[in-house]
Nanobody, 118 residues
Framework: QVQLVESGGGLVQAGGSLRLSCAASVNIFSLYVMGWYRQAPGQQRELVAALTTRASTSYADAVKGRFTISRDNAKNMVYLQMNSLKPEDTGVYYC????????????WGQGTQVTVSS
């Protein structure tokens, strides 16, 4: 069993910044691709950023150049630094662990709300 706990969401004005944190109960970074997803009201959950087991990163086009995903292996933490926030970034942000080999279950956090006001 892996637990993922997000924190750091909140209300911010457009142009501002937030840093989301995801605490993993165990160190899984060598087995799992870590990702941040978001879900806006009435919309499907979408992948925002991903960090592979080899620390390669990828981003949705909508956030490239503004968001940065990173991890701290010693602390079992994954972060999402969000800069130049826009109202369309509003949503619930979820931390996800996806098995790199496909042979292990996925894990999700409970989500943290991000609201960007215009």
């Amino acid at each position: 069993q892996v637990q993922l706990v997000e924190s750091g969401g909140g209300l911010v004005q457009a142009g501002g910044s937030l840093r989301l944190s995801c605490a993993a109960s165990v160190n899984i970074f060598s087995l799992y691709v870590m990702g941040w997803y978001r879900q806006a009201p009435g919309q499907q959950r979408e992948l925002v950023a991903a960090l592979t087991t080899r620390a390669s990163t990828s981003y949705a086009d909508a956030v490239k150049g503004r968001f940065t995903i990173s991890r701290d292996n010693a602390k079992n933490m994954v972060y999402l630094q969000m800069n130049s926030l826009k109202p369309e970034d509003t949503g619930v942000y979820y931390c996800n662990a996806h098995s790199a080999s496909g042979g292990l279950p996925d894990w999700w956090g409970q989500g943290t709300q991000v609201t960007v006001s215009s």
